[in-house]
């Protein structure tokens, strides 16, 4: 089975965004952009750690994983090619938002800002007062993926405390974490505790197990004025030149 391509072959494919399918029921599990032989990458990871014990494998490693004991193949498919990677980036996030049940660890490039909302969500967005960034805080600024809806606070502190591949060091040194929906600030908490992130520590989260490799806080809301200084009655949107948008979702503000 093919797992590299020709030199011919990757100049002409340029950047390009890539699927891999599970044969045993068709299902397109990961969507990927990349050039060369990007698309092959994972499956040489997944053979790589795959004699390791100890490895903590990603979801999509997981499944490539789990594909291959049951004796079957990844299924590659080029969804498109012949890009810059400007687009390809915009094409990549596009199918993330279209495909559902994917193993990708985040949504795509910028799709927390230009990802997939409704004509209500966009109206709100944009109407929103702008945060500021100049009062000196040290702050952790996170962007939570799977928020259905901004006013349950509780669903928010919960996601946003729990967990993250920060430095366990680096982290005990915010003084407020700001959590982050497609670009609007929703949330303001103090965390008073940062640990590796054990689920039994947090018995009042559903559907977490344990994952000693990220950390977690214990904390709570920030004081009023904190809240109403960066979220606001209704969030605060979040101009791209302050925090340019970035795949990663989790970043330090003010150190």
Known sequence: MTDSFPYTVAKELQAYVYRLIDPRNGETFYVGKGRGDRVFHHVKEANFIADDPSAIMAPKIDRITEIRKAGYQIQYI?????????????????LIDAYPNLRNAVRGHHAS???????????????????????????LVITINKLRGR?????????????????????????????????????????????????????????????????????????????????????????????PPSRQACRYIGF
């Open 151 to 243: 006013r349950d606070k509780k669903v928010i502190f919960d996601l946003v405390r729990y967990c993250w591949p920060l430095s366990l060091e680096r982290a005990r040194t915010v003084q407020y974490v700001l959590a982050v929906d497609r670009g609007v600030i929703v949330g303001a908490f103090e965390p008073l505790k940062w640990a590796p992130a054990i689920a039994k520590d947090y018995p009042d989260i559903g559907g977490i197990v344990d994952e000693p490799h990220r950390i977690a806080f214990q904390g709570e809301r920030a004081p009023d004025d904190l809240w109403d200084m960066y979220v606001g009655e209704h969030g605060k949107r979040i101009n791209p030149i302050d925090i």
């Open 113 to 139: 800002l230009y990802g997939i909302a409704s004509v209500e969500d966009i109206m709100h967005r944009y109407n929103l007062p702008e945060a500021k960034f100049s009062y000196g805080h040290r702050l």
């Open 78 to 94: 080029i969804h498109r090619h012949g890009m810059d990677d400007k687009t390809a980036y915009q094409v990549e996030a596009s």
